[in-house]
């Protein structure tokens, strides 16, 4: 087995009296999909957002690429994720004000690409996920389905390797979803992303190459990891 | 599943014989069991008793008869009032998985293990019934394989329930 992109060790985060995560450890595969399951507060969403560097933990550490996260500069860790990471939430978190296209070119334009290559690259991405037709409208306008396939574009369009998905689904009907996650999973695969997928849909589980289950803030073994 | 009505929505499509009838049953639900080919003439028998198909070709091309039956117009009707009629959502039926866990607190057996270990075997089936959805041809094969994936989802959802009381319990105790 090649080294994990992703490791944490004895990871712990508090929220006030709440311990989200009582020392989780976990390590992920390059190219690996895998779902985060577990029931409600079991800490699925802080291990994730921990994992991508958002929230830092109290205690234990995170490692990318074999490198401990704590140990970059603030920085540095802001262009990890900018350029490393793509998240994306369960209801997408597009800018309002902003159409499709101008949503999708942010993390470039961000990063100080040129305009006209980010507006390009843009639309490039709308277009392999079946949604060119609404590069000038603005979220507001868009079904559920339509903006998180914008937020997809949008995290994918920095070319990361870990892609972190929060119930990408969640908020969609099952129809939409299936083909949200389908899109989501072929681009992964074929561009060899990492996936990390939060996720309490089962359906979603399935389509994980393996499974961590999380249960009152720690790793449960027990619990029918398939 | 009424198979007798299944087989006279195939005959609506036009004549067909017994093999036709349980080859076209088979392939239009690949997750139910096959339909034996007993069955398949024990239920043509019936309904030609009961006027809703009638046999219109008997052929003997050196093997051993084959008839063909066509629905009749009381049959289609038959198959119409059926199709627009709700069924009842049932009684619970409890089914062999909670016969075992059911069982296994009384004995103080290791319920929670079993439902863990039966959550991956479900979880492994919605993996390939997953797998074959993806794949799916057509629409027809994507909403029966849709209903095979949603009650697995249920059974799982129950299990995860399941656990979660017994272990409940478990922590009273």
């Keep these: 087995m090649s080294e994990p992109i992703l490791r944490a060790r004895g990871l712990r985060k508090a929220f006030g009296r709440t311990e989200a995560l009582r020392g989780v450890s976990v390590e992920i595969q390059p190219g690996e999909i895998v779902a985060v399951t577990g029931p409600s507060g079991s800490g699925k969403s802080t291990l994730l957002l921990t994992l991508a560097g958002i929230l830092r933990p109290e205690s234990g550490e995170v490692l990318y690429d074999g490198a401990s996260l704590a140990d970059l500069g603030e920085d540095a860790r802001t262009k990890l994720r900018r350029r490393q990471f793509g998240v994306l939430l369960q209801f997408g978190h597009l800018v309002p004000e902003l159409t499709a296209v101008q949503n999708v070119a942010l993390p470039l334009l961000l990063e100080k690409h040129d305009r006209a290559a980010s507006r390009r690259s843009a639309l490039g991405w709308l277009e392999r996920l079946g949604v060119d037709g609404l590069a000038d409208v603005l979220p507001g306008e868009m079904s559920g389905g339509e903006m998180q396939r914008v937020a997809l574009a949008r995290a994918l369009v920095t070319g990361p390797r870990v892609l972190f998905a929060d119930e990408p689904t969640g908020a969609l009907d099952t129809v939409s979803g299936d083909e949200v996650l389908t899109v989501l999973l072929a681009e992964a695969k074929q561009a060899g992303s990492t996936v990390l997928v939060v996720t309490h849909d089962n359906r979603v589980a399935a389509r994980a190459d393996r499974e961590i289950v999380l249960r009152d803030g720690a790793v449960d073994d027990t619990w029918g990891a398939a | ?173």
């Design chain 2, 1 to 173: 599943m009424s198979v007798a009505h299944v087989l006279m929505g195939v005959l609506a499509d036009g004549p067909a014989h017994g093999y036709d009838l349980k080859r076209e049953h088979d392939d239009r639900f690949p997750a139910a069991k096959p339909l034996p080919y007993g069955q398949v003439y024990a239920t043509i028998g019936r309904l030609e008793r009961d006027g809703l198909v009638e046999p219109v070709e008997t052929t003997r091309d050196g093997g051993p008869e084959k008839t063909t039956y066509a629905l009749t117009d009381q049959g289609r009707k038959e198959l119409d009032d059926w199709l627009a009629e709700t069924e009842p959502a049932g009684p619970y039926v409890a089914d062999e998985l909670v016969r075992k866990v059911v069982t296994a607190l009384h004995l103080g057996a290791d319920a929670a293990g079993f439902l863990g270990r039966q959550r991956a075997v479900h979880l492994a089936h919605m993996r390939e019934l997953t797998a074959q959805q993806d794949a799916a041809p057509d629409v027809d094969s994507g909403v029966v394989i849709d209903h095979a994936l949603f009650h697995l989802d249920a059974d799982l959802r129950w299990l995860e329930a399941a656990a979660a009381r017994v272990t409940h319990r478990k922590d009273r105790v």
